[in-house]
């Protein structure tokens, strides 16, 4: 997930991020049933530090995209309102054509 994150590619990012929860939900019935040594518990432990750090850094990135996509959608509003004003400004005044013909 966090190499779809980086590079950018959203849609690949939400489809791993739904295989990711089937995985999660999957692992959590199988720890149910099994008992770890000491070593495994390390290792699980170890891993879900990993895991953390990666989601943490994923989330950034997420967090970037959220704010691009936010000034696009601002810089959209923008041109809209001033095309909407100055359209009805423009719409409002006569053409030189129509000018002429008065």
């Not at 939400?14 to 199988?30: D, P, T």
């Not at 720890?31 to 390390?42: F, I, P, T, V």
């Amino acid at each position: 997930m966090l190499a779809w994150a980086r590079q950018g590619e959203w849609a690949q990012l939400v489809q791993e991020e739904s295989v990711y929860v089937v995985a999660v939900e999957n692992l959590k019935r199988l720890e149910a049933e099994c008992m770890l040594d000491s070593a495994s518990m390390q290792r699980k432990a170890d891993l879900l530090e990993r895991i953390l750090e990666q989601d943490v850094e994923v989330r950034q990135c997420l967090e970037a995209r959220r704010d691009e996509l936010s000034g696009l959608i601002g810089e959209t509003r923008r041109r809209h309102d001033m095309s909407r004003s100055y359209g009805a400004v423009a719409a409002a005044q006569p053409t030189p054509i129509e000018q002429g013909r008065r």
